[in-house]
């Protein structure tokens, strides 16, 4: 039998000695709403107040340090020019730490009214992207010895590059009408930058499109839309994603009964099953907190290839608005 150290080995040669020519897809967040600026450049500005979100995700933590993803955004409406205004940061490193990916983006939302309690924002994001490679981090398959899990030297070649910057640029759109359901697109990557850390090869950031959007219905009055916070509601939601050949769709539901909200969600790849997501969370005033696993179902992985997910987000006002130009907010999932 190999060892726990041998296997983890082997996985990281798998993934990482292939960095010149995989095409790179994009972290993702199980807690996509509590990712706002993340899912959507068209959530930007859709709570009353400014808002900052925090997020962590450990991802297939059995394997230490697999995936580990930081995220961070800011963001605030300005109602008396129907607008919104965000920055979101976000770290993703893979391997521990061999191959880092950093972004940096600035985003701006336009909200206009259609009707009365229809709604309609569009959401532009420039973002700041680079991807560096840690090339003394990277095992190969040759560099180890199958009996004792050893490492040698390897004869591979480093590449010309071992750091990547570029601008990209992604927009989006959200439709939502007064808070009884809601649907958003967006397009990522418009301009399908080159990251390949190799000259004679090409490894393009590709186009990631996302459709999400769900229903909020009132059990305790039997209608749609929140009323208070004692009542109980119900929010099936949907989303669906692609980036090159990989499909993702994802579907759900949350109920809710401020302070608490609980949610369960099924994953699937296309080609295979891939996980069911349990999610609790906590909304208190102006905070929330939340917190998900990913119990890995796929045949490759299992339940060993799970994930972690941490959520946090607090909103508080810093602008007066006259009252008649105050925005309305989107009633979208807390998590």
Request: a neutral charge; aromatic letters at 14%; hydrophobic letters at 40%.
């Amino acid at each position: 039998m190999l060892s726990d150290k041998l296997l983890r080995l082997i996985f990281f040669a798998g993934i990482l000695s292939v960095v010149s020519v995989v095409k790179a897809q994009d972290p993702e967040f199980s807690q996509f709403y509590a990712n706002p600026l993340y899912l959507n450049p068209a959530m930007t500005g859709t709570a009353e107040c400014a808002r900052i979100n925090l997020n962590y995700r450990n991802q297939w933590p059995s394997l230490t340090k697999a995936f580990i993803t930081y995220n961070i955004s800011y963001d605030q409406n300005v109602a008396s020019i129907n607008s919104g205004f965000g920055v979101l940061v976000m770290s993703d490193r893979q391997g521990d730490g061999a191959l880092n990916t950093t972004m940096a983006s600035l985003l701006y939302t336009y909200n206009l009214q259609v009707t009365q309690g229809l709604f309609i924002r569009f959401g532009v994001k420039g973002t700041y992207y680079q991807e560096r490679l840690d090339w003394d981090k990277l095992i190969f398959a040759d560099q180890i010895n199958p009996i004792d899990g050893s490492i040698n030297p390897s004869g591979q070649p480093p590449p010309e590059k071992s750091n990547i910057s570029t601008i990209d640029f992604s927009a989006g759109t959200v439709l939502n009408y007064y808070d009884k359901f809601m649907v958003g697109f967006a397009a990522d990557h418009l301009t399908q930058p080159d990251i390949s850390f190799y000259d004679n090869s090409t490894n393009k950031l590709l186009l990631r499109y996302t459709v999400h959007g769900g229903i909020a219905i009132n059990l305790s009055r039997g209608t749609l839309g929140h009323i208070n916070n004692s009542d109980f509601a119900l929010e099936p939601h949907i989303l669906y994603m692609r980036q090159g050949d990989f499909q993702q769709i994802n579907g759900g539901l949350y109920v809710t009964r401020k302070p608490v909200v609980a949610g369960v969600w099924f994953r699937h790849n296309f080609q295979n099953p891939d996980a069911v997501v349990f999610l609790v969370g906590l909304s208190f005033k102006n905070i929330n907190f939340g917190y998900s696993y990913d119990m890995g179902v796929s045949r490759t992985g299992g339940a060993a290839l799970g994930a972690h997910e941490i959520s946090f987000s607090w909103s508080f006002c810093i602008l007066k608005e006259d009252k008649k130009r105050r925005i309305r907010a989107i009633k979208s999932p807390l998590f």
